[in-house]
């Protein structure tokens, strides 16, 4: 075992222990108004006049794209002025996405779902690639965080993590390579000691849970809130939960007697990736655009209509203010620096 890897991996477990604790009071938060993020140019009170894109990096239907509706379509019907329609863009692969949101012109009529860590992730391992500099972003707000399970086909020979931890050459499948499902996977595979090959390039979760079923791959890594659906429908099994037991939902009832990595003695693996949904805008927003996105974002997200949606869409929701989620950004900024070149080498 790689022992400045599994450093590493204990400082991540007790942060993300300390996000997860913290969430409840991060609900009390008010959404507050001002940033010395944006810029300083604006001045007096500003409103959209005209439609606001919203940009997600993948493509439909996957998690991302799920809380990406259901915000834009609460917050359209809430907090817009009358007319002002919040339009969903699907942009993958996720290179290109993450580019769009950060290039777009800083007037308040782009905004767009982060996916974190993979943004770090991508811009270390491949800055030629990589057109953005994630400390850079106008942070609105963040709405989830989501650890990770490994999962199998429902019909599949191995019944737990052991007896994938027994058997030599393994398959597993998923989306871009820097991807934070991805990132969790390397972890999985380097820390569980599993000798497994990973196939790359998969357009979602709905693709990669096709190719698990169709045998493309023996088992995944995906987040816990991402396929509920394929769990209740019985298409695959969870066999290992990789987050801390404060990030266990208790609106997933299907994950509450799945083995965590801890009990099965992998400690350093619990919440060593944890996925962020932030809600971000291009960098240099004037202030007075960003105080009135992040508190449209805000409010939404803490809204009685936004927790009718997610309890309909069975989503757990971790609503942040812009501080709050500025905070868990930054640190698993430093985090990233740290892991990913432990899972390139």
């Known amino acids: 075992m790689n022992i400045e890897f599994s450093r590493g991996l204990r400082r991540r477990r007790r942060f993300s222990s300390v996000l997860a604790a913290g969430a409840v009071a991060v609900l009390a938060?008010?959404?507050?108004?001002s940033s010395n993020t944006a810029s300083d140019s604006g001045s007096g009170e500003w409103k959209p006049d005209k439609d606001i894109d919203w940009i997600v990096p993948y493509s439909p239907?996957?998690?991302?794209?799920?809380?990406?509706?259901?915000?834009?379509?609460v917050m359209q019907q809430t907090k817009m002025p009358s007319g002002v329609n919040v339009v969903i863009r699907?942009?993958?692969?996720?290179?290109?996405?993450?580019?769009?949101?950060?290039?777009?012109?800083?007037?308040?009529?782009t905004i767009g779902?982060?996916?974190m860590p993979a943004a770090i992730a991508q811009q270390i391992q491949d800055p030629d690639l990589a057109k953005w500099d994630t400390e850079k972003f106008t942070v609105l707000g963040s709405v989830d965080e989501n650890a990770y399970v490994v999962y199998v086909a429902a019909d599949s020979p191995y019944q737990t993590i052991d007896d994938l931890v027994a058997k030599k050459g393994l398959r597993s499948l998923t989306v871009e390579e820097g991807s934070s499902s991805a990132l969790a996977g390397q972890a999985a595979i380097k820390e569980l000691g599993?000798?497994?090959?990973?196939?790359?390039?998969?357009?979602?979760?709905?693709?990669v849970v096709t190719g698990l079923l169709r045998g493309d791959a023996d088992f995944i890594v995906y987040g816990s809130t991402d396929l509920t659906g394929f769990v209740e429908s019985g298409d695959i099994r969870p066999v290992l939960f990789l987050g801390t037991e404060e990030q266990r939902p208790d609106t997933l009832p299907w994950l509450k007697d799945v083995p965590s990595a801890d009990s099965k003695g992998f400690p350093n693996l619990s919440g060593a990736v944890t996925e962020l949904r932030l809600i971000v805008a291009p960098p240099e927003?004037?202030?007075n655009v960003a105080t009135y996105l992040r508190d449209?974002?805000?409010?939404?997200?803490?809204?009685?209509?936004?927790?009718?949606?997610?309890?309909?869409?069975?989503?757990p929701i971790i609503p942040r203010d812009w501080q709050a989620a500025t905070e868990v950004m930054k640190n698993q900024i430093e985090q990233m620096?740290?892991?990913v070149p432990t899972l390139q080498s």
């Open 90 to 109: 699907n942009m993958p692969p996720l290179p290109q996405g993450i580019t769009q949101e950060y290039t777009a012109k800083p007037d308040g009529y």
């Open 194 to 207: 599993l000798d497994a090959t990973v196939t790359y390039g998969a357009e979602g979760s709905a693709d």
């Open 296 to 315: 449209a974002v805000y409010g939404t997200m803490t809204s009685p209509e936004f927790a009718d949606w997610a309890k309909t869409a069975k989503r």
């Open 113 to 115: 779902i982060l996916p």
């Open 29 to 33: 938060i008010a959404g507050c108004s």
């Open 337 to 339: 620096k740290e892991l």
């Open 61 to 73: 239907g996957g998690g991302f794209d799920v809380y990406s509706r259901g915000i834009a379509e």
């Open 285 to 287: 927003l004037p202030e």
